[in-house]
């Protein structure tokens, strides 16, 4: 639902690629039922309180945020940037945890709860870096009416490539991509068969991330990784 913004039923129409009568008839019944919540001043549609509750009664088998919370915080302190830790649902990227470091400008590219199609962002892109080229490349031209709504155009195979130098360096690094301004890192992870692909990545203003600052980053980054993916399946 376009995260903590909320979203318009002209942008879900867009979104959806639906009539507007038929896309109106669906939220109000979703609406009616608590899963959507529709704010009266401004007529945006955010997820309603059904969600929540829902949400309550789901045990994960991994619960990956809980077991990255210490990495979170010691990558935030040691950094004193923004931490992401996202996590692959589908076509998207869901960001899952935040960690703010002590550095006065924060950038808050990703709310806690918010999904975006892969291909846009750090985190988004190092996401791909598991699959093979061809999957890559099919991903990208199903997100592609997505992805273009997000900051500089791409092609498919400019966000292609950036994949393929991921996956021959290991990590992901974007400039100004979807937000003018910030650089990102990014690494991708897997805590077992049983928790979904996630990846790791920190946001700042470009000149805090310079060459050799993001390298000395990288190699911080997968040695907390390495401290933490050999625990695998946890109960």
Partial sequence: MCGKDGARTTDLVRRCQMEYPTTHRILSVLVEQRVLRKDAGTRRYFLGQLIYELG?????????????????????????????????????????????????????????????????????????????????????????VHVTRYGKKLTVDELVAIVDYGRASGYIMVDDTAFPGVRAISIPFDLGPEAPRAAVSIAAVSARLPPRRVRDLVAVIRTEIDNLCPIGRLD
Avoid: Q, W, Y
């Avoid at 590219?109 to 918010?114: L, R």
């Fill in 56 to 144: 309550l009664s789901v045990e994960p088998r991994v619960d990956i945020r809980r077991h990255c919370d210490e990495m979170m915080r010691k990558l935030a302190n040691e950094a004193e940037d923004t931490i992401f830790l996202s996590i692959r649902s589908g076509l998207d990227v869901v960001c899952i945890d935040r960690k703010e470091g002590a550095f006065p400008i924060k950038t808050f590219v990703f709310d806690v709860g918010s999904r975006r199609p892969l291909g846009i962002g750090a985190a988004g892109l190092a996401l791909l870096m598991a699959d093979p080229p061809e999957e890559v490349a099919r991903i990208l031209k199903a997100n592609r």
